[in-house]
């Protein structure tokens, strides 16, 4: 069993009106420091049209900026909305971000839920798993095959030769975010891996995961190498502290998920509209190391996570506050994770 890998969503989300170059640029420190002190991964995020009087980079070049600073670190996307793209778009981007990473490159893809981005887009919600298959189902084929022909509403292709090829064969592993069932068996059908999402408590992730298990099986597919979990953090001295640097910026950035239909896309007992003593309560990993180790260890040994992708920096929070947990993680939490050994998946029982 190979160790448990780490690394940090940059989702470099601020208040409208900020100044944006300066954010970046600190963005860039916060990358520095991850790479200096040996952790697995970034990943940045995707939206459009942000609401509730925020901003943020897009994702794509982003990440390209950010690749110039990372050394050997996997780069990661969390996540392409992939009905939004056509699918000659998403297989020559994903290759070119294959070749700037030498290829060490994660492709996580999600179905998204926002009415105002398929508007923009002219996806009608309707559309929006056909697009998501298809988008996916073209994408490797042009990777894969040396010619491409394919009759959609939304993608011409009559012999297409997709010159640019991927680094990794036959691609780089597709992470699968889903929340419905019948996504999470779409997950086992077209991904790598499920994907689990900061927003669900444990025994979701457990239900979740069993859906997908039971999917694999059906197909006569193995289990997958990873099992990967985004996670909200925040490391400081103590809780109290942690409670107090982290919360006011966690709030604001559950405010424009509620904001932005996110509560749509969960089940009713896991709604996020909600105060943030509420929200903490078996989602979040807040506390000092010591506490952010022990609430993470249901994660390691009943869900079996072998990738972390922890976010520590929250719409508007100061880089000082960010900086802080980084380096109490670094210090305290991330050789502890990568000593610690995950149960593995055949291993975790049904719901």
């Not at 190979?2 to 600190?26: C, P, T, W, Y």
């Not at 929006?128 to 073209?138: D, H, K, N, S």
């Not at 059908?189 to 669900?200: E, V």
């Not at 103590?238 to 982290?246: E, G, P, V």
Request: charged letters at 25%; glycine letters at 6%.
């Amino acid at each position: 069993m190979s160790r448990i890998k780490a690394g940090i969503l940059l989702s470099n989300q601020q208040f409208e009106g900020a100044d944006m170059v300066s954010a970046l640029e600190e963005q860039i420190v916060m990358l520095r420091l991850l790479r200096d002190r040996g952790w697995d991964s970034y990943f940045a995020s995707q939206h459009y049209l942000n609401e509730g009087g925020n901003q943020g980079l897009q994702m794509v070049p982003f990440l390209a900026r950010l690749a110039a600073e990372a050394g050997d670190m996997t780069m990661g996307l969390g996540l392409l909305l992939a009905p939004l793209h056509n699918p000659v778009y998403t297989a020559e981007t994903i290759a070119t971000l294959d070749v700037i990473s030498r290829g060490n490159l994660i492709f996580g893809v999600g179905l998204g839920y926002r009415t105002s981005e398929f508007e923009a887009f002219g996806v009608r919600k309707g559309q929006r798993v056909q697009r998501f298959e298809e988008c996916l189902t073209i994408a490797k084929r042009l990777w894969i095959e040396d010619k491409v022909s394919y009759e959609s509403d939304t993608c011409s292709l009559k012999d297409a030769h997709l010159s640019l090829k991927c680094v990794q064969k036959p691609h780089p592993p597709i992470w699968f975010a889903a929340k419905h069932p019948n996504a999470i068996r779409r997950a086992a059908q077209l991904g790598d891996c499920l994907y689990h999402s900061p927003k669900a408590t444990l025994a979701t992730h457990k239900e979740r995961l069993a859906i997908y298990k039971d999917e694999l099986q059906k197909l006569g597919k193995p289990l997958p190498r990873e099992n990967p979990c985004r996670i909200e953090i925040y490391c400081a001295k103590d809780r109290a502290t942690a409670m107090a640097l982290a919360g006011p910026y966690i709030t604001e950035k559950y405010k424009a998920y509620a904001q932005w239909e996110s509560d749509k896309a969960m089940p009713e007992h896991e709604r996020i509209n909600k105060s943030f003593e509420d929200l903490v309560q078996d989602r979040f990993v807040i506390g000092s190391p010591d506490d952010c180790w022990n609430q993470l260890q249901p994660y390691i040994k009943e869900l079996g996570v072998t990738h972390f992708v922890f976010r520590t920096n929250f719409l508007g929070m100061p880089l000082s506050n960010a900086l802080a947990s980084m380096r109490l993680m670094s210090e305290e939490l991330l050789p502890a994770l990568h000593k610690a050994t995950p149960t593995p998946l055949h291993q975790i029982s049904a719901v």
